[in-house]
């Protein structure tokens, strides 16, 4: 498996924190095809890259550290996400709508966005959450930038079989 899907991953990763309130559909379905794409041909990297790389009688020891250490990852950046949302969506609330109930909107879910609060407070609420989602896209910017470097030391070699 080619590597630099990852490279696709980490450029997507980027332009999901340039999105904006009011983007066509197909600006964002988009950028969902194509993540997709980085994410799942990347994702079975390491485990080539160890088969390949190492003994028959380490190969396995290495895809059990590669498959807890795709887990550990996500479990962290998940919580490191979440703390950027939340943080965020309460200063930017309390920064854009002064009357609204933040406790009360941040319990509620993304499907209240737009029943949450006036019509006229509307568009500032979507700008609040807007930044938000933007800002949270960071971390996943940083992970994916990481592997972007990560995978430009992998040794390369063929998977090819040598007859």
Not at 9 to 30: D, N
Not at 79 to 108: G, Y
């Amino acid at each position: 498996m080619d590597p630099s899907w990852m490279y696709l991953s980490s450029i997507v990763a980027g332009l999901y924190s340039i999105f904006k309130v009011h983007r066509g559909h197909a600006t964002w379905i988009r950028s969902q095809v194509l993540g997709g794409f980085g994410a799942g041909f990347s994702m079975e990297t390491p485990w080539a890259a160890a088969n390949t790389v190492l003994s028959t009688k380490e190969a396995g020891i290495s895809i059990s550290l590669v498959t807890f250490f795709q887990l550990f990852e996500s479990s962290i950046f998940l919580a490191a996400a979440r703390t950027v949302f939340s943080s965020t969506l309460t200063s930017e609330l309390a920064k854009k709508v002064l009357q609204i109930d933040v406790a009360t909107f941040t319990h509620l879910g993304t499907s209240a966005v737009r029943s949450f609060g006036t019509q006229e407070g509307l568009p500032l609420v979507l700008a609040a959450y807007n930044k938000t989602i933007t800002t949270t896209f960071h971390i996943a910017t940083g992970a994916s930038a990481c592997k972007f470097f990560a995978v430009s030391l992998l040794v390369w070699r063929s998977l090819k079989r040598k007859d």
